[in-house]
């Protein structure tokens, strides 16, 4: 009951993204071609003007929200769309959510005086937290990830801004609780944020680093080489040189990053993987630059790495590390390959069985055929066979090899049910390959071998996308209808609702009358779905509503998550209706409903506004 409560919640809030992401049928579609460039920058203007008016009704809104993580997602989610507008109103808005979240300055936990303790109670102490002990940590640490999501949302645009906010609201350590890890997560917070704020200046970034290096190398030394070699690859590569002096001083036993961050280096110097990857500041993109180290730098890592492996008090974490870069190892100490490997034997051994079955298998058949897999199929686990036929699969289709992985399978696999699902991960690895190479003459083929209704639905909703993009309309119209009858509102399975989902967002963005057709009813069944769980909650608690309130951004249902999924209709929301599409929203009855919707559509419109070109400017 309570997992089907939680999907119903998951599919009202996605249909809410869903809504506010595709927009209504486009005027300016069918007669954008008549209509003067004048024209459509004054509809343009007109539309954002609207649109910044109902941002600034919704951040008002916020106040009647129950919960305070609410109002702060509101407010927060306003502010990141507003920035690059209104910086100054923007700010206010961040600073209002700030408070929202209502953080005490700082918190501490006393536990009882070891003398005047009940007897009871130390017994429970001596063998780990109690439950209200445990129940403490829980809400500290949930408080922290809050604090660290918005902060890290705030830095986005204003890194200084959110250190700031980060200082004025300190948390302090944990609770200190018996059997809880001893470390300061407002430290790590602290850090991150310090360098955030210098991420423009190198040379800053530099300086921070070497004090970072003068208290020990840290897990952080990997992120801060990461930020700086985005920006400099000189002042980067000197940093590699402060980072391996400071190795040579270190205890790889006592210090568990010590051997983390040497096989880092290593690996993102190779050349084909394992390079040094990072979001870019200005857009989604993903850049990578490879981290260039000397022979004789590779040369000392590798000595550091082994000599720890070797040595008599050999800590787990370096064994742990030191597998990941055995190319090096045989590179530049081939006289140690045979021990390193005998140690590492002998390290897997100490492992639990689970543990080091999975190490074995991932090193027996990682560079294996998939003709080889299957014939290892009835030697291994049942829990690793899936594993292995999933690879498999992989690398058949990768090599253009998925008919005859499929004869194998046939031939090989005596057992019906579990060929059907090596036969299944197939066609579904195949049909995730043809979908991102834009091959809709084989996505057709495809579609011939799926059996689940709602898969099919759902390829073939994307293979509706992808030949409306090759200007094949009709085409795209007559998969999207054959779809449609093979989806339904069930809100309690989740795979059926994603079905649905799919197809509306294909509708949405070839044909918008007939997504509307689909959407209206399906917010009137959500509202009926949403008042069952409000019943259900007052008798069995379902985790999706608290003090009377449905709790917006759930961890298992994110809305950005959400809202990155099913926003491909972003590209039609400056042409939409926007009057229909904001009673789209107001059609939720729940009034928490009502303020994310109407929010998700500001945020939508604004930021397609933002992108769309100004055909006027030269």
């Known amino acids: 009951m309570k997992s089907k409560s939680k999907r119903r919640l998951r599919f009202s809030l996605v249909l809410l993204v869903f809504v506010v992401s595709t927009g209504a049928p486009s005027a300016s579609a069918q007669t954008g071609e008549k209509e003067k460039a004048e024209q459509e920058a004054a509809k343009r203007e007109e539309l954002t003007k609207n649109t910044l008016k109902l941002l600034d009704e919704v951040a008002s809104e916020a106040g009647s929200l129950r919960l305070r993580e609410n109002r702060s997602y509101v407010l927060t989610t306003a502010a990141d769309v507003l920035w690059s507008r209104d910086e100054k109103r923007a700010r206010t808005l961040f600073w209002a959510a700030l408070g929202s979240l209502n953080l005490p300055v700082y918190v501490e936990v006393n536990l009882p005086d070891a003398k005047n303790e009940n007897p009871a109670t130390k017994g429970a102490r001596a063998n780990g937290p109690t439950k209200e002990q445990s129940e403490e940590l829980e809400k500290y640490y949930a408080r922290i990830e809050t604090r660290r999501g918005f902060l890290r949302k705030v830095a986005r645009h204003d890194a200084q801004l959110a250190l700031d906010m980060m200082r004025s609201t300190r948390q302090g350590p944990p609770p200190q609780i018996p059997g809880a890890e001893g470390f300061d997560p407002e430290a790590d917070l602290e850090q991150e944020l310090t360098f955030a704020a210098a991420a423009s200046d190198p040379k800053r970034l530099r300086q921070l680093a070497r004090e970072t290096l003068a208290k020990g190398v840290s897990f952080e030394c990997l992120n801060l080489l990461r930020q700086i070699i985005q920006k400099d690859q000189d002042t980067g590569t000197q940093l590699v040189g402060d980072i391996i002096a400071r190795l040579k001083t270190e205890n790889f036993v006592t210090n568990n990053a010590a051997a983390h961050v040497a096989a880092g280096l290593l690996e993102w110097s190779r050349t084909r993987s394992a390079v040094l990857g990072a979001m870019s500041t200005s857009d989604d993109s993903f850049s990578v630059v490879r981290l260039k180290l000397e022979d004789d730098q590779k040369q000392d890592l590798v000595d550091m790495l ?155 909703s994307r293979l509706a996308m992808l030949l409306e993009k090759k200007d094949q309309h009709d085409k795209a119209v007559k998969f999207l209808d054959e779809a449609r009858t093979l989806v339904k509102v069930d809100l309690t399975n989740e795979a059926h609702s994603n079905a649905l989902l799919t197809v509306m967002l294909g509708y949405a963005l070839i044909e918008p009358a007939k997504a509307f057709a689909m959407i209206e009813p399906a917010i009137d069944h959500t509202n009926d779905q949403v008042a069952k769980l409000f019943l259900v909650d007052k008798v069995i ?78």
């Not at 639990?352 to 074995?360: C, D, L, M, T």
């Not at 709790?551 to 929301?573: E, M, R």
């Open 306 to 460: 082994t000599s720890a492996a070797l040595s008599a008090t050999v800590a787990r974490s370096v064994l742990q590390n030191i597998q990941y870069v055995m190319p090096e190892i045989e590179q530049y100490a081939p006289d140690r390959v045979a021990r390193m490997k005998a140690r590492i034997a002998e390290y897997n051994r100490t492992l639990p069985a689970e543990v080091r079955n999975w190490n074995n298998f991932n090193v027996q058949f990682e560079q294996a055929t998939p003709e080889e897999m299957i014939k290892a199929a009835a030697k291994v686990a049942d829990a690793q066979r899936a594993a292995l036929f999933y690879r498999a699969a992989s690398k058949a289709v990768a090599r253009g090899e998925a008919d005859r992985y499929r004869e194998l399978l046939k031939s090989q696999i005596e057992d019906e049910a579990e060929r059907k699902r090596a036969l299944d991960m197939v066609d579904n690895e195949q049909m995730s390959y043809d979908m991102l190479n834009g091959k809709t003459d084989e996505l057709e083929k495809d579609v011939a071998l799926i059996r689940n209704k709602e898969q099919r639905a759902t390829v073939m």
């Open 541 to 618: 608690k379902t985790g999706a509503i608290k003090d009377g309130e449905i709790i917006l951004n759930q961890p298992q249902t994110p809305l950005d998550y959400s809202f990155a999924q099913f926003g491909a209709g972003l590209s039609a929301l400056g042409k939409a209706d926007f009057d229909r599409t904001k009673a789209l929203a107001d059609r939720f009855q729940r009034n928490e409903l009502k303020i994310i919707g109407r929010l998700l559509i500001a945020r939508a419109m604004l930021r397609d506004s933002a992108q769309t070109p100004r055909t006027n400017q030269r």
